[in-house]
T-cell receptor, first 115, second 113 residues
Framework: GDSVTQMEGPVTLSEEAFLTINCTYT??????LFWYVQYPGEGLQLLLK?????DKGSNKGFEATYRKETTSFHLEKGSVQVSDSAVYFC??????????????FGTGTLLAVQP | EPEVTQTPSHQVTQMGQEVILRCVPI?????FYWYRQILGQKVEFLVS????????KSEIFDDQFSVERPDGSNFTLKIRSTKLEDSAMYFC???????????FGQGTRLTVV
């Protein structure tokens, strides 16, 4: 079945460091891809998305490019801040769709940014 | 900005008791979901609801679980007889047209003791 694999955490970085969180997916069709963020004690918030190959999603300095050839959607940020500390989830939207279009999530990656 | 709201934020219940988790999706949305996140684990799909019926459910969503949209506004998840392993954060989500983003509520933390 469809699945998402993301790098294990935790990832610990110093402020202003470059961030990459790897995400790869397996899907039979042409999924939409998402990054969700969960700040401590809060729910899930959509960070960015891409709906077709070569699309780049971006938000708050984060970006990710939908790479069909490598089935990847890696999250990057050039300079992280302490406030970016959170759990980041890569997800895909079930391309089989129907009346569901459920999200399939990766395991999440905890990012801890130190001052 | 419209948002999905869930109540309560935290519920503690005794094993074997029934619980109802409540959600108010965004008003013009058509697709409704419940997801679960056991502490430290991934977010898992439980059930989707569209056109007043379940459109898909996962293996987790057994006969102890049910969903309702009783009044066109609320969307509830009922667990008939809770088990210790039902302890988790439960997220409600709603979506408009297909392939638009899903909006999540803040979650209800359910603790079964």
């Amino acid at each position: 079945g469809d699945s998402v694999t993301q790098m294990e955490g935790p990832v610990t970085l110093s402020e202003e460091a470059f961030l990459t969180i790897n995400c790869t997916y397996t899907a039979t069709g042409y999924p939409s891809l998402f990054w969700y963020v969960q700040y401590p004690g809060e729910g899930l918030q959509l960070l960015l998305k891409a709906t077709k190959a070569d699309d780049k999603g971006s938000n708050k300095g984060f970006e990710a490019t939908y790479r069909k050839e490598t089935t990847s959607f890696h999250l990057e940020k050039g300079s992280v801040q302490v406030s970016d500390s959170a759990v980041y989830f890569c997800a895909l939207s079930d391309p089989g769709g129907g009346a569901t279009n459920k999200l399939i999530f990766g395991t999440g990656t905890l990012l801890a940014v130190q001052p | 900005e419209p948002e999905v709201t869930q109540t309560p934020s935290h519920q503690v219940t005794q094993m074997g008791q029934e619980v109802i988790l409540r959600c108010v999706p965004i008003s013009n949305h058509l697709y409704f979901y419940w997801y679960r996140q056991i502490l430290g684990q991934k977010v898992e799909f439980l059930v989707s609801f569209y056109n007043n019926e379940i459109s898909e459910k996962s293996e987790i969503f057994d006969d102890q679980f049910s969903v309702e949209r009783p009044d066109g506004s609320n969307f509830t998840l009922k667990i008939r007889s809770t088990k210790l392993e039902d302890s988790a954060m439960y997220f409600c989500a709603s979506r408009g047209e297909r392939n638009t983003e899903a909006f999540f509520g803040q979650g209800t933390r359910l603790t079964v003791v």
